[in-house]
């Protein structure tokens, strides 16, 4: 029976009440609405709006529900639309008309609204915890390789020598970033919305500073309408989740990348990569590219939400019923890649040889070597115009430029000494890097202790 049917004269049809329907989706929601109930419940009893023996018996109810709920020993009905009709509906079977008083002093669009941001708040602090956990992973790779030298890339073509180390160490940085975007919404997500009623408030003298102290909040909503119709944190919650799917997805990319025979500069364990059903010799990562591909879902729960938002008028409406599925699409897919992907990470076996070797060869110190003659009084860009004419010259006889006698390169300027095979060395150029923030060993080092 519906809780609303006093105004209407017609049952629903049952196709309504399945297209009508949220009780699939926000039934996850359990834990949060019995709070919420739970603490609205005490709130009545504290204001004298029920008693305290009423209050009692809700709340022993909601604890009953819940916990039956937990044990999966509930059978959520479709006719009861969603979580808080559900579970209404359920107190009432149990406490009779007692249980039909604990929806005085409010409405199912304040209820949802403190629901879901109850919710959001909860995944910041679980997305928080495997953020933590990934950047450990991190920092203990980048100690155990903060010497190990590789190429470092743009245009993905190899520019200049750096340590593995430091390479992690730029996504640790990305992750730090992460983090703090989570910690400002779950901020931002920490006022209360119970107690706004529907749109306008309530004529009851009810106590929102008592709930939002027994649900954890820091502060009440200023406005009941923007309290129900608001749903920028969701919002906010699925940029962080995108930003976050893409900082993996790019690191997901290089993995993919150095996997390759082509690069070979890790192998991935056997437990993150799978096999082909026709070639025997495969060695997939599939964790990494299914990874790289659910990004492209984040951001569409994202575009999703968006849209529904973008043209509705104050106050609830009831296309927000599909706030919830983004989310909960989005805290779920970030959650889980971010789990598996720490595992995977922390796994890798990493082939300093070949990383080496590749750092050798790609003339990837003929910056150091033009900076060598900016400090001999030449201008940079004449520097620059020497090393090109210098490198097409290496290139043309398959040499490096290390390669080349000392007699060679005074050809292209006079200015070149012995210590230019110092200065060009690979440990050198990297080494050689002074600015904070740089690949050297000893800034690397400063990077890891911040970390």
Not at 302 to 330: C, H, I, R, W
């Amino acid at each position: 029976m519906k809780l609303w049917k006093g105004r209407f004269t017609k049952q629903a049809s049952s196709s309504s009440d399945e297209f009508n329907a949220s009780i699939g989706f926000d039934q996850r929601l359990y834990e949060e609405d019995i709070a919420g109930s739970i603490a609205h419940a005490k709130m009545l009893a504290k204001q004298n709006i029920i008693t305290e023996e009423d209050a009692g018996k809700i709340v022993s109810a909601l604890l009953d529900i819940r916990e039956e709920i937990r044990n999966g020993g509930v059978a959520f009905s479709v006719e009861q639309e969603d979580i808080h009709m559900n579970i209404e509906s359920l107190l009432t079977e149990r406490i009779g008309d007692t249980g039909k008083k604990l929806h005085t002093a409010r409405s199912r669009n304040d209820q949802i609204a403190c629901d879901f941001k109850m919710y959001v708040k909860k995944s910041c602090s679980e997305i928080d915890l495997l953020l933590d956990e990934l950047q450990d992973t991190i920092k203990v790779l980048a100690e155990e390789h903060s010497e190990t030298v590789m190429p470092g890339y743009t245009h993905l073509q190899r520019a200049q020598p750096v340590t593995f180390g430091y390479h992690l160490l730029a996504y640790h940085q990305m992750f730090k970033r992460d983090r703090s975007r989570f910690f400002d919404c779950k901020k931002r997500t920490d006022s209360l919305p119970l107690g706004s009623g529907a749109l306008a408030g309530t004529s009851y003298d009810t106590d929102r500073d008592f709930l939002s102290g027994e649900l954890g909040f820091s502060s009440v909503t200023s406005n009941a309408m923007d309290s129900v119709s608001d749903r920028d944190f969701a919002l906010e919650f699925l940029n962080c989740c995108s930003l976050c799917m893409m900082h993996l997805s790019r690191f997901c990319e290089e993995i993919i990348i150095w996997n390759s025979k082509e690069f070979s500069f890790i192998e991935l364990d056997d437990a993150y990569a799978t096999g082909s059903s026709i070639m025997p010799q495969k060695k997939n990562p599939d964790m990494a590219e299914l990874i790289r591909g659910k990004t492209g879902r984040v951001y569409g729960d994202l575009v999703s939400l968006l849209t529904v938002m973008k043209g509705l008028p104050l106050a609830y409406n009831k296309d927000m019923q599909e706030d919830k599925e983004p989310v909960f699409d989005g805290s779920d897919t970030l959650k889980n890649s971010l789990s598996v992907f720490s595992a995977m990470l922390r796994t890798i076996t990493v082939k300093k040889e070949s990383m080496a070797s590749a750092a050798k060869h790609g003339y990837m110190n003929a910056t150091d070597a033009a900076d060598y003659l900016v400090s001999k009084g030449l201008p940079f860009r004449a520097c620059h115009e020497i090393i090109g004419r210098l490198v097409l010259h290496c290139i043309e006889k398959e040499c490096a430029i290390e390669d080349l006698s000392l007699s060679e390169l005074k050809k292209f300027s006079p200015l070149f000494e012995n210590d230019i095979y110092e200065k060009i060395s690979v440990e050198a150029c990297i080494n050689n890097k002074r600015s904070k923030g740089s690949t050297s060993f000893a800034e690397v080092k400063k990077q890891l202790e911040e970390a």
